[in-house]
């Protein structure tokens, strides 16, 4: 009985959605012993694919996607473009560590 009031109430809703619908990933689940990236990157795809819910897209760069980002000193919207150039979330990251490398490099010189 309150698996059908559920259902009921869930096809009446707005939003009409799972997390596990739109192939997000947990913030838990690991890229290389990193968490929280490959979710970021998964809101991301789902976003340029614009499947990405409202409710989601409001907090995109914000909250945790900027603490990842902050912690791997690259630039959210780089990411981005970064991101919709395609490739493995693996490649993805080694960009990430590439830059962070690049920039170090550049500040011993300055």
């Known amino acids: ?3 059908a009031r559920l259902e009921i ?3 009446n809703t707005q939003i009409d959605f ?3 619908d739109l192939s ?3 913030p838990f689940a690991e890229v290389e012993s990193l968490v929280y990236f490959g979710r970021m990157l998964d809101k991301i795809r789902a976003h340029a694919k614009e ?3 409202r409710d989601y897209q409001a907090n995109l760069g914000k909250g945790f996607d900027a603490n990842c980002t902050r912690f791997l000193r690259v630039d ?4 981005v473009k970064r ?3 395609g490739g493995t979330d ?7 560590f590439k830059d962070v490398i690049r920039q170090a490099a550049e500040k011993m010189y300055i």
């Open 1 to 3: 009985m309150a698996t």
């Open 9 to 11: 109430l869930r096809k």
């Open 18 to 20: 799972s997390v596990s």
């Open 24 to 26: 997000i990933r947990s």
């Open 51 to 53: 499947q990405l819910p």
């Open 76 to 79: 959210y919207d780089q990411l």
């Open 83 to 85: 991101v919709k150039q």
């Open 90 to 96: 693996q490649e993805i990251l080694q960009c990430c």
